[in-house]
């Protein structure tokens, strides 16, 4: 049986951290065994916010380091630039005809945009679902690995979906999913114990995967703690349960139940917990900081990849754009 087919992308608008990397390439390594998998970076998406041309192509080539060096390997799945692929703005066009100005106007991300940036409500922006529509349909998945963040964009795709099945009579796309591998849903949280870890936050609530060792360890060490536990067993409080969370994700069962044991008992030393903590996330980040090195400073290479995945995209893209001018009506001569 052939593989169900898997599309996600992420928009190049800064370095990676620990979040982006649990959240999301993790799910994107494994499902490369298990899927037919294309995963880009949507630098059309990013042109929304006005980049500035340089910065626009070294933080695209950045995330598709980063990807390589978590472990996408090119020869199971497609690694490519969105702009490398002309069928999507073209099949863009023709979805536009499939979204309505309401729904678009009463998406929350396009509502918390125009509040963020009321001086730059342009029409990228609102019609920004359908764009994200099309990555996913361009090669016919169902499967899209995504946040919490993004189920509401997805919900849409498979409204835009329906419709144009409906109203050419066919059942040609399937509808998109959102997919997380079921186990956990993780949510990495901000070293200042407030909310979600996020590039949008300082500097030093967030880890990056290319952070130095020292780096590191100095974040680690300022997460806010307190005076310890007064009574065997209690609850832990939130600022408490993110160094644990924290640990969950980088450390030795073992360790973990060490520190679990000398909570309950009252007698766990927060300093020690942080300093194993950022040992062993050093550990944990340092092959994927030397591999981000190793590939930043081949360039060639990485755009070599790129090219060869922008090549398979264009392959399964252009199938896709041709039996949709059939179904349409459109002739191609
Ligand atoms: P940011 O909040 O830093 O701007 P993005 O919105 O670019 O992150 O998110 C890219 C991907 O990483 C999404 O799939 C998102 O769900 C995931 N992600 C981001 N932050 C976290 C986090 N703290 N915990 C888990 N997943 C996250
Ligand atoms: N909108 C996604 C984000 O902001 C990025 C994205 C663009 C995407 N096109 C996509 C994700 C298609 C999954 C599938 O994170």
Same mark, same amino acid.
């Given at each position: 049986?052939?593989?169900?087919?898997?599309?996600?992308?992420?928009?190049?608008?800064?370095? *990676?951290?620990?979040?982006?990397?649990?959240?999301?390439?993790?799910?994107?390594?494994?499902?490369?065994?298990?899927?037919?998998?294309?995963?880009?970076?949507? /630098?059309?998406?990013?042109?929304?916010?006005?980049?500035?041309?340089?910065?626009?192509?070294?933080?695209?080539?950045?995330?598709?380091?980063?990807?390589?060096?978590?472990?996408?390997?090119?020869?199971?799945?497609?690694?490519?630039?969105?702009?490398?692929?002309?069928?999507?703005?073209?099949?863009?066009?023709?979805?536009?005809?499939?979204?309505?100005?309401?729904?678009?106007?009463?998406?929350?991300?396009?509502?918390?945009?125009?509040?963020?940036?009321?001086?730059?409500?342009?029409?990228?922006?609102?019609?920004?679902?359908?764009?994200?529509?099309?990555?996913?349909?361009?090669?016919? @998945?169902?499967?899209?690995?995504?946040?919490? /963040?993004? *189920? *509401?964009?997805?919900?849409?795709?498979?409204?835009?979906?329906?419709?144009?099945?409906?109203?050419?009579?066919?059942?040609?796309?399937?509808?998109?999913? @959102?997919?997380?591998?079921?186990?956990?849903?993780?949510?990495?949280?901000?070293?200042?114990?407030?909310?979600?870890?996020?590039?949008?936050?300082?500097?030093?609530?967030?880890?990056?995967?290319?952070?130095?060792?020292?780096?590191?360890?100095?974040?680690?060490?300022?997460?806010?703690?307190?005076?310890?536990?007064?009574?065997?067993?209690? @609850?832990?409080?939130?600022?408490?349960?993110?160094?644990?969370?924290?640990?969950?994700?980088?450390?030795?069962?073992?360790?973990?139940?060490?520190?679990?044991?000398?909570?309950?008992?009252?007698?766990?030393?927060?300093? /020690?917990?942080?300093?194993?903590?950022?040992?062993?996330?050093?550990?944990?980040?340092?092959?994927?900081?030397?591999?981000?090195?190793?590939?930043?400073?081949?360039?060639?290479?990485?755009?070599?990849?790129?090219?060869?995945?922008?090549?398979?995209?264009?392959?399964?893209?252009?199938?896709?754009?041709? /039996?949709?001018?059939?179904?349409?009506?459109?002739?191609?001569?």
């Amino acid at each position: 049986m052939s593989k169900q087919i898997t599309v996600s992308g992420v928009r190049p608008t800064g370095k *990676q951290h620990l979040g982006n990397y649990f959240g999301a390439v993790k799910n994107f390594v494994r499902m490369q065994d298990l899927f037919n998998g294309y995963f880009f970076v949507a /630098d059309y998406h990013s042109l929304t916010t006005h980049p500035n041309a340089n910065d626009l192509r070294e933080k695209s080539k950045n995330i598709a380091v980063v990807y390589l060096a978590c472990g996408l390997d090119p020869d199971k799945c497609a690694l490519y630039l969105q702009s490398d692929v002309p069928q999507i703005p073209e099949l863009y066009l023709i979805f536009n005809m499939m979204a309505y100005l309401g729904e678009l106007e009463r998406e929350a991300t396009f509502k918390e945009k125009v509040r963020e940036q009321p001086n730059n409500v342009n029409a990228g922006l609102l019609t920004y679902p359908v764009l994200m529509t099309v990555d996913i349909i361009i090669h016919k @998945a169902a499967k899209v690995p995504v946040g919490k /963040d993004q *189920q *509401q964009h997805v919900e849409m795709s498979r409204d835009f979906v329906r419709r144009f099945n409906n109203l050419y009579g066919v059942q040609y796309f399937p509808e998109p999913e @959102a997919f997380s591998f079921a186990d956990k849903l993780v949510n990495v949280p901000s070293l200042d114990g407030e909310g979600k870890m996020s590039k949008s936050k300082p500097d030093h609530t967030c880890i990056y995967l290319e952070d130095e060792p020292d780096v590191i360890r100095k974040k680690l060490m300022r997460m806010v703690t307190d005076s310890g536990p007064k009574e065997p067993n209690s @609850a832990k409080p939130l600022i408490i349960q993110n160094v644990f969370d924290m640990m969950e994700l980088v450390s030795a069962k073992e360790t973990i139940q060490h520190f679990e044991e000398t909570y309950n008992n009252c007698t766990i030393r927060y300093g /020690d917990m942080k300093k194993q903590l950022a040992e062993d996330m050093v550990t944990f980040l340092m092959p994927i900081r030397e591999k981000i090195a190793e590939l930043s400073a081949n360039e060639k290479k990485v755009y070599e990849i790129l090219g060869d995945g922008g090549s398979k995209a264009r392959a399964s893209a252009s199938q896709t754009l041709k /039996d949709v001018r059939e179904i349409i009506g459109i002739k191609s001569f």
